[in-house]
């Protein structure tokens, strides 16, 4: 690929992105979320189309308008959510997605393809089982399977190993070297630096949506690697008063939580925040936080361990039981939690609130009440719309996420959850926003922040846990030099 | 090459709003009449001949009213379902339990009860019917994730069947010389009218009454604003916490209780005994379905849109009758206009651009 460059909405995503790739080569693709690994194998295997540059192939241009073609060029990829069919099974969905299949009885002449090809890599799936009987390393290796029989020389594999338990890794990791000795080309996208360091021989480091090095991985090692990740040593920068922190509000102890998929996520996690404190929460997104932020306001429930928010122990009890406790929540999937996209602006300034004896009497709401409420959020917090009358899909996604923010911090929470509150933000809202946590923080709310934006974590928090699959890798004082460490520590290499 | 692009509107004014439904009323009202010529009839002709026959007369305006009544009931309750995007196709045999019910009350207790304590208990009995047979699916849904809009649907056929079931055998009356059907209800049990007409006054008192009810309960209370925020978002819902469960059932006691007490009126107010379902109701609780999504699921607006389309009913039999056409004639026109009206709405909330670009 050379000279690849894609945006979005006039925001780049990819800019002049050059590289190859040779025959039994794994190649890794580094970088933090939002980093433009994705962008740039999508529009590889024929997704998106760039605005400059060209993919040649054999040293012959190419244009690949669609994944039949990149298909039909030798490319695979397997997403990082499988696109397999749930109630059908492994040789229906290897037959669906291949090209020879015949119209009629299309499982028969694929079975006797998978079984000489089965012979050659060692993947041993039951072929008549539903996709919804296998674990996810499973589905995997299908997914796999689907691509090498198409005839991919060359496979994308988008954070395989996010979904894996340990042994599936190792599994995957047998089935890449078994590639690589036929001759296969690999390219592993991932953020966690020890897979890529064991699995890959050259690795692309991506920082914000340009190439900020490669290497052999036999020629570096993983702290020059993180530092080509975060993009830059960590700076410090002490602009935040000097506040001593009052008792404590929240504590979480061994929580264990499972996740969507019905693995453990959060594993033995203790921590505790106290008034006047902003706590920050670091790390490459899908390692928890999300997970941790819903367990701690009841909307998931915590396998064992406990939760108390002024000693009052409030694991497992209803969301609305825990907001009333003092604790609000900025979700991080602001769409899907944080509104309700056909309602008025004013209807969803009191999402959550509306139960409290300022919105309600009895059984009906107090809408001349829940309208000025909602003309003053709009007035401090700068959400500009039409009118409070406007439906709030009208909004453009900043202005929703401001209402929401205004919406949780008016109240003068306890306890402030914030997941990703400036996450795309412009310059000017984001300062605003971060102003208004250090208010919070000033007026004696504890804030319990998530962020991938170091800048933002090491700007706001007094204290900063390192989160990686599920655990704590540290907890340090924001002044801690320990914290120069912290992408390799975000990239599951160094535990403190 | 002609190239479509679709936007989302972003924009939606009240004069638009209005306008795209007209329009798509004139459209349905166009395919109809391609229908009636295809029948061989003068579509103008026909058309005129409803409306005339529904709004034109004042025998055939008392007529729309009665009809009204168990559309407007059922209607109103289903905007309520449908906000919280509860798809209850089953209001046809939450009407027939609501029947049932009232049926049982007056067969069994009539003879001993004066009309003003019988009265309001076949209401009660109706309206309980009809929530029983409402709860139903919402169990199903919540509990075992079964899809509301097949199981209320198969629950008509069941209801149906059970009703027939009862007036071919353990109720079938003595008065009725073999043919299945209850005896008459007692004097006590037979709702008043208004006199000259058909229209049952209790009942049509309390659609307008429902109508406003429901319409304050909506926009005005925490109930209507829950069930709001869980259609459209149940995510967000969750989040908000709200209660799911609690909030599901009593959208759907409401709504299928209004439409069992549509079946009170039915059968107390105009049959005077449970006769075969069909008899019972002439697909009222279909035909409501139509009435809510053309009141915008609006409850106040039901008010105008199920006299519109009592009018059609009405006009139907007039058709049937002067032009010899048949009996489903009305169903292809409640139909096609449905159909329509969804489709307006899809031009409404998306902008279409059509440009013509050289190859």
Known sequence: MRGISKSFHGIPANQDISFSIESGEILGLLGENGAGKTTLMNILYGLYQPDAGEIRINDAPVRIHNPLESIALGIGMVHQHFMLIQNHS?????????????????????????????????????????????????????????????????????????????????????ILKEMKAKGHMVIFISHKLDEIMDICDRVLVLQKGKIAGSALTRDTDKISLARMMVGRDVVFNIQREKIDRGNQILSVEHLNVMGDKGLPVLKDISFEVFENEIFGVAGVSGNGQRELAEAVTG???????????????????????????????????RIRFGIAPGLFLYDNAILKQHHLKKFSKRYFL??????????NLMDDFNVSAHSIHSQIRNLSGGNIQKLILGREISEKPQLLVASHPTYGLDVGATEFMRNHLLELRKTGSAVLLFSEDLEEI?????????????????????GDRRLNDIGLMMAGSKRI | MIQFSVTDRYDISAGRSFMTNLLSLVAGLFMIGLVFLFLGVNPFYALFKIFSGSFGSFYGFKETLTKAIPLILIGSGLTLAFRAKFWNIGAEGQLLMGAIFASWTSLFLGDHLPSYIMVPLMFLA?????????????????????????STLMLNYICADFLTMLIVGP??????????GTDNFPDSAILGLIPGSRIHYATFILSILCAVILCIVIYKTRFGYEARVVGENPDAGRYAGIDFLKTTLILMIISGGLAGLAGVGEVAGIHHYLGYPAAVSSGYGFTAIIVAWLAKLNPLLTLVSGIFFAGILVG???????????????????????ICLIMGDYFLKNKITLTIAKP
Not at chain 1, 367 to 372: Q, R, S
Not at chain 2, 134 to 141: E, N, Q, Y
Not at chain 2, 171 to 180: A, H, I, V, Y
């Open chain 1, 90 to 174: 492994v040789l229906e969905n290897i037959a669906l997605s291949h090209k020879d299949t015949p119209f009629f009885f299309p499982t028969v002449k694929i079975r006797e393809k998978l079984e000489n090809f089965s012979a050659s890599f060692d993947f041993n799936i039951d072929l008549t089982k539903k996709i919804w009987q296998l674990s996810a390393g499973e589905q995997q290796r299908v997914e796999i399977i689907k691509a090498l029989l198409n005839g991919a020389d060359l496979l994308i594999l988008d954070e395989p190993t996010s979904v894996l338990t340990p042994q599936e890794i190792k599994e995957l990791i047998s």
């Open chain 1, 299 to 333: 909307i998931r429930k915590a396998e064992s361990g406990k939760i108390r928010i002024n000693d009052r122990d409030i694991t497992n009890t209803s969301p609305r039981h825990i907001y009333d406790q003092g604790v609000s929540h900025v979700p991080e999937e």
């Open chain 1, 366 to 375: 107090k809408y001349k009440d829940v309208k000025d409420h909602a003309k």
């Open chain 1, 458 to 478: 090491f700007e706001l928090c007094d204290r900063i846990a390192v989160i990686f699959d599920g655990e704590f890798m540290a907890i340090l004082d924001s």
């Open chain 2, 126 to 150: 109706g309206f309980t019917g009809g929530a029983l047979w409402g709860i139903i699916p919402a169990i199903l849904k919540i509990r075992f994730s079964i899809n509301e809009v097949i």
């Open chain 2, 171 to 180: 109720w079938k009356g003595s008065t009725r010389f073999g043919f299945p």
């Open chain 2, 316 to 338: 139907g039999d007039a058709v049937q009758i002067s032009l010899g056409l048949p009996a489903a004639t009305v169903g292809i026109v409640n139909g096609i206009l449905l």
